[in-house]
């Protein structure tokens, strides 16, 4: 694309004819066909940088001037041509690969053998974490995690927004957890935050961070499940597939953990996710997807957000072990 997204939301008075936007969408299709389509590598870290802009757009700053633009329909429009070509890819992949899958299945059953199938807590870059990686590859790791793990909170908010009276409970006790149980210093992001603070490793700002559209596609999703009300119950089944894939894989986060023998306060974030994250799969399984399931016709969407955010996963995951082994 001829010009980044910053520069249009910086220049937005440019674009106020047709023909200039006209001109913008032609490219900005063009590069997305090549993302989507060929896989290109430069043109799929330009659509979800792009994409990944927008979304922060909608929870930037109050004060900024990008918030003058939030609602800016040229944006929108740029943003849900994104969508679009995406979610036609994304749709092509769950059809391909579950068409096979037991129809006859309950839906938590299906989910939970979708996840199954994908094994993420199996993938390469685990063990290594666990048994190979030096302590600046994990922090390198910590840094990549960081963004979508501090957001989570925002994204329950955002899940509870007119949320179904049925799920509204488990949704609750997730962000209590979240919220640290009344507990402000034992909140998830402070957890975070002071895993980033006091880990005590000899230049870790020279660290290079994790930069690649896997990483940007594995945000995007959460934030398009969240943002678009049409896509809400995508996002019901991106978060029971999230609560169910993680306590595995941060077992092995915190063997690499203990390995270098850190306190164990400092790494509290993973080892309370691998505890209580078992416990929330469970209940969105029982308690969210289950009613909804049975009460509306949306098990396919519930089913394809799952699946989607086991793809996006994977492909983070490809490109974090790529990201590591490399520093």
Not at 5 to 13: A, D, K, S
Not at 21 to 43: C, I
Not at 168 to 173: G, Q, V, Y
Not at 195 to 219: N, T, V
Request: hydrophobic content about 35%.
């Amino acid at each position: 694309m001829n010009n980044t997204l910053n520069e249009v939301v910086q220049n937005i008075e440019k674009f106020n004819t047709i023909a200039t936007q006209n001109a913008y969408l032609e490219n900005l299709v063009e590069t997305a066909k090549h993302a989507f389509k060929q896989q290109d590598e430069d043109a799929c870290y330009q659509i979800h940088s792009t994409l990944y802009q927008l979304y922060n757009l909608q929870i930037c700053d109050p004060a900024s001037a990008e918030a003058k633009v939030q609602h800016h329909p040229f944006l929108y429009q740029i943003r849900k041509t994104i969508e679009d070509l995406w979610l036609t890819e994304l749709q092509y992949n769950y059809i391909t690969q579950t068409k096979n899958a037991d129809q006859h299945a309950s839906i938590s059953a299906r989910i939970t053998q979708l996840c199954d199938d994908a094994n993420l807590s199996e993938h390469p870059l685990f063990d290594f974490l666990a048994n190979d990686a030096t302590e600046r590859q994990l922090h390198a790791f910590f840094m990549s995690d960081y963004e979508l793990n501090i957001r989570f909170f925002d994204l329950l908010i955002l899940a509870l927004l007119n949320s179904p009276a049925t799920a509204r409970n488990e949704m609750i006790k997730n962000l209590w957890d979240e919220s640290g149980r009344g507990d402000r210093k034992e909140t998830h992001v402070k957890m975070f935050d002071d895993l980033m603070e006091h880990h005590r490793i000899s230049g870790k700002d020279q660290i290079q961070p994790h930069d690649s559209w896997q990483k940007f596609a594995g945000y995007n999703l959460f934030m398009l499940a969240s943002l678009n009300r049409q896509f809400y119950y995508y996002l019901m089944g991106i978060m029971a597939a999230t609560e169910i894939i993680d306590p595995k894989s941060y077992l092995k986060v915190q063997a690499s953990c203990e390995r270098f023998g850190l306190d164990h306060w400092l790494y509290r974030y993973y080892s309370e996710h691998s505890e209580v994250d078992i416990e929330h799969a469970k209940g969105w399984l029982d308690y969210v997807i289950e009613p909804l399931a049975k009460e509306k016709d949306i098990k396919d969407d519930i089913l394809m957000g799952a699946h989607y955010r086991l793809e996006t996963c994977k492909n983070y995951y490809d490109s974090l072990y790529a990201y590591l082994k490399n520093i």
